[in-house]
Every structure is written in structure tokens, then in C-alpha cells.
């Protein structure tokens, strides 16, 4: 399965996707730091929020294969700017997700993300797992949820070393009686 980045404001719905690509059922869970699970890198969305943060997104974007803008379907406005996709060289997709709330309006985040330069879009209720797999098809998982490999575990950062890596026992200096 190819490496996605999911971007978006926070309370967007990212963590939730993150989930259902993982094959687990949605609990919620504020994202705290940039989060590596399999093949799956979810973003806080300070990130995409706050100036000094953002520019780390395009950086983490070159960890990816394909990046997803992810915008809830009841935004009642579009926080990335038209080409933005521009700023990376991957393929950048738009996830219009919360199709099922009440006041979803997909079209006009449709709209919106093909603005951004998004040429594929998804539309899913990610709570409730429908339209996740045709994500997963085009991630190459053949709609089957990605389960992270045995020594990817979860890395707070796509930088942190695996956690499986063997530690080397600080030394100690002796001390000495005068
Ligand atoms: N109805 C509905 N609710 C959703 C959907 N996706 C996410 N939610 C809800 O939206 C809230 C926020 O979801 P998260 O996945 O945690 O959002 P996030 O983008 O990861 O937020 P941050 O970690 O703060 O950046 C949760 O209460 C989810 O249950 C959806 O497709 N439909
Ligand atoms: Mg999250």
C-alpha cells in the first residue's frame, strides 16, 4: 500500500480514516504529534492551522507517496488556498469525509479541493467505514485495511528511530573519595 500523509484541520476527521485504513473501529483520539502507523502518517491539524507549523507538512510530504487533503463535508469554508497542491511533488487527492452529517455540502468541498489542484476525490462517512475502500484501492491495498507491519509499530515521527532499536547503557563515571 502506498504511504499516505492525511492533512487537515483539526477535528476534519483524520484520525477517524487513519482508523478505518487500519482496519480498527473509530475511537477518538486527539492527535498530539505527527503520528506514523503502517504505512499511514496522520497530522495534527495545527499543522495545516498555524503558519509556523505548515511549512513542516511540506517536508513530511517527501515521507509520503501520495498526500490527502482531508476537509470535513460540513466546512463552512476551505482552509487551503487554490494550487496549493503545487507545493509538493507528490500526488495530492482530496478526502471530502462526514458525508453523513447534517449540513454536508460534498459538491462545494468538491469544488473547493479541485481548486486546490486535486484531481481524484473521495467521498466517505468515515465513522461508519462507507467509501473507505475505494481510498484503499487507490492506495493499492485491493480495499483490504492496512495492517501496519510487526516492526513498524507506531513512531511519533517518521524521523524517530523504531522503537525495537537496542539501547546502549549510559556509562557512568566512577566517583572518587577525597
Ligand atoms: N458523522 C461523522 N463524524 C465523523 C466522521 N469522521 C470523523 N468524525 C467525527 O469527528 C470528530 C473528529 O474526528 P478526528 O478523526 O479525531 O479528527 P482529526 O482530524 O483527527 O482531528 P485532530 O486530531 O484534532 O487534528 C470525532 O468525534 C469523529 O467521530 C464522519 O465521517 N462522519
Ligand atoms: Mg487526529
Same mark, same amino acid.
Not at 2 to 15: D, F, P, Q
Not at 147 to 166: L, V
Given at each position: 500500500?502506498?504511504?499516505? &500523509? #492525511?492533512? !487537515? $484541520?483539526?477535528?476534519? !476527521?483524520?484520525?477517524? #480514516?487513519?482508523? $478505518? &485504513? &487500519? !482496519?480498527e473501529e473509530p475511537r477518538y483520539h486527539k492527535t498530539q504529534a505527527v503520528t506514523l502507523v503502517g504505512p499511514i502518517i496522520d497530522t495534527p491539524g495545527e499543522y495545516c492551522q498555524r503558519a509556523e507549523y505548515a511549512k513542516a507538512l511540506a517536508l513530511y510530504a517527501y515521507e509520503a507517496d501520495v498526500v490527502a487533503l482531508v476537509v470535513s463535508a460540513d466546512e463552512p469554508f476551505m482552509l487551503f488556498s487554490p494550487g496549493i497542491t503545487s507545493l509538493v511533488n507528490r500526488e495530492v487527492v482530496g478526502v471530502v469525509t462526514g458525508v453523513d452529517k447534517p449540513g454536508a455540502r460534498p459538491d462545494l468541498c468538491d469544488s473547493w479541493l479541485r481548486l486546490c489542484g486535486c484531481r481524484r476525490l473521495f467521498h466517505m462517512d468515515a465513522l461508519h467505514g462507507e467509501g473507505v475502500g475505494e481510498l484503499l484501492d487507490y492506495l493499492g491495498a485491493d480495499g483490504s485495511p492496512a $495492517?501496519?507491519?510487526?516492526?513498524?509499530?507506531?513512531?511519533?515521527?517518521?524521523?524517530?528511530?523504531?522503537?525495537?532499536?537496542?539501547k546502549t547503557p549510559k556509562k557512568v563515571p566512577k566517583q572518587t573519595e577525597k
Open positions: 500500500m502506498k504511504k499516505v &500523509l #492525511l492533512i !487537515g $484541520r483539526s477535528e476534519a !476527521g483524520k484520525t477517524t #480514516l487513519a482508523q $478505518r &485504513l &487500519l !482496519g $495492517r501496519p507491519p510487526d516492526e513498524t509499530k507506531i513512531r511519533r515521527s517518521p524521523a524517530e528511530p523504531i522503537k525495537t532499536a537496542k
